[in-house]
């Protein structure tokens, strides 16, 4: 089982970013999802997340502007960015819990993708 994101690069301030993640493998069910970004000389932040049945939460640094979504039939969340800022440059990372099918049980275990970065300058 695995995540991978991607989407990330250069973009002009007050432009706009779609980042994708996929879980993928014997997955029997993906539930939280959720969306974290790391700037340089910082810690890791959680920026969003979405349950399986759509509910999202938002930090307050990016509400109005960040959208959170999923599809469950894909097992992938979005992170559609918009009015982006020069402090929104980080390496942004995907998480998920996910229940898997192992050799004789299921197991739910926190995975995350490998992260993609995201510059906003001129």
């Known amino acids: 089982v695995q995540l991978q994101a991607s989407g990330g690069g250069l973009v002009q301030p007050g432009g706009s970013l779609r980042l994708s993640c996929a879980a993928s493998g014997r997955i029997l069910r993906v539930d939280y999802m959720g969306w974290y970004r790391q700037a340089p000389g910082k810690q890791r932040e959680l920026i969003g997340s979405?349950?399986?049945?759509?509910?999202?939460n938002a930090a307050d640094s990016v509400k109005g502007r960040f959208t959170i979504s999923r599809d469950n039939a894909k097992n992938t969340v979005y992170l559609q960015m918009n009015s982006l800022k020069p402090e929104d440059t980080a390496v942004y990372y995907c998480h998920a819990v996910i229940t898997y099918y192992s050799t004789s049980s299921l197991i739910s275990e926190d995975f995350w993708g490998q992260g993609t970065l995201v510059t906003v300058s001129s």
């Open positions: 979405i349950t399986r049945a759509g509910t999202t």
